[in-house]
């Protein structure tokens, strides 16, 4: 896999730690069993968001976490315009950090269900 973010050590670990992808109806189910998605609290149509749960598999969070750290301050020294960094000019660089490790988690488990090769986004000029 080379998805940012996701070294080698990280792979092996979620290898390692995931059971199987296929427990998980979706990424956002396996990003919450990791601890890596916030804590729900909605009512009436009104959807609440809190902070990251830390439920999950911390060794594994750690590791996305500090992967998309390094990917974070790679992205606050350049001037491309990408996803990452418009995300870092509204919030902390460690909340849009989490953010990328929740979307790395994601990523990750379309992957391993699929069995296909990571491909890079086409960079489309605007």
């Known amino acids: 896999m080379e998805v940012p973010g996701i070294g080698p050590l990280v792979v092996s670990a979620q290898v390692a730690c995931v059971p199987a992808p296929s427990v998980f109806r979706c990424g956002r189910n396996m ?37 998309a750290m390094a990917v974070v301050r790679r992205a606050m ?7 990452l960094v418009r995300l870092l000019e509204r919030l902390k660089p460690k909340v849009a950090a989490m953010a990328l490790a929740n979307k790395n988690a994601r990523i990750a488990w379309a992957i391993m269900m699929s069995g296909e090769r990571y491909r890079e986004p086409q960079v489309i000029a605007a």
């Open 31 to 67: 990003a919450a069993w990791i601890g890596l998605v916030p804590r729900q609290n909605s009512s009436g149509g009104k959807a609440r968001l809190g902070s990251i749960t830390k439920a999950g598999n911390r060794y594994l969070r750690q590791m996305l976490f500090s992967g």
């Open 77 to 83: 020294q350049g001037t491309q315009r990408t996803w």
